[in-house]
């Protein structure tokens, strides 16, 4: 059984950067797509980014284009997502998430099987 433990998360100003991980247990993690997945108070859960298997193709949310970048080592069983530039809309729990694909990557929450506890992101002044 696949399992995940976020780290990262916490409180930043407007601006500064934050950087979650995702390290997977269980299973091996380069069988997986990965994606970080954020909820809001209120919103329903977004896909912020996605990276394929291999890490050779990503995908962003284009409220994140350009300030986040997601990353894999799967060396160690682990991923990364590097958030850069974060706003008060970024404030939310971001979960990582991995679903069992061949090719490329999904930001849909629909197939992702697998999902971590999540971890908190407050971006406030």
């Known amino acids: 059984q696949l399992q995940f433990v976020e780290s990262g998360g916490g409180l930043v100003q407007p601006g500064g950067s934050l950087r979650l991980s995702c390290t997977a247990s269980?299973?091996?993690?380069?069988?997986?797509?990965i994606g970080w997945f954020r909820q809001a108070p209120g919103k329903e859960r977004e896909g912020v980014s996605c990276?394929?298997?291999?890490?050779?193709?990503?995908a962003y949310a284009d409220s994140v284009k350009g300030r986040f970048t997601i990353s894999r080592d799967n060396a160690k069983n682990t991923v990364y997502l590097q958030m850069n530039s974060l706003n008060p809309e970024d404030t939310a729990i971001y979960y990582c998430?991995?679903?069992?694909?061949?090719?490329?990557?999904?930001?849909?929450?629909?197939?992702?099987?697998?999902w971590g506890q999540g971890t908190q992101v407050t971006v406030s002044s």
């Open positions: 269980g299973l091996s993690l380069d069988s997986y797509a």
């Open positions: 990276i394929s298997r291999s890490g050779g193709a990503t």
């Open positions: 998430a991995a679903v069992r694909i061949h090719y490329g990557c999904s930001r849909s929450v629909a197939g992702y099987g697998y």
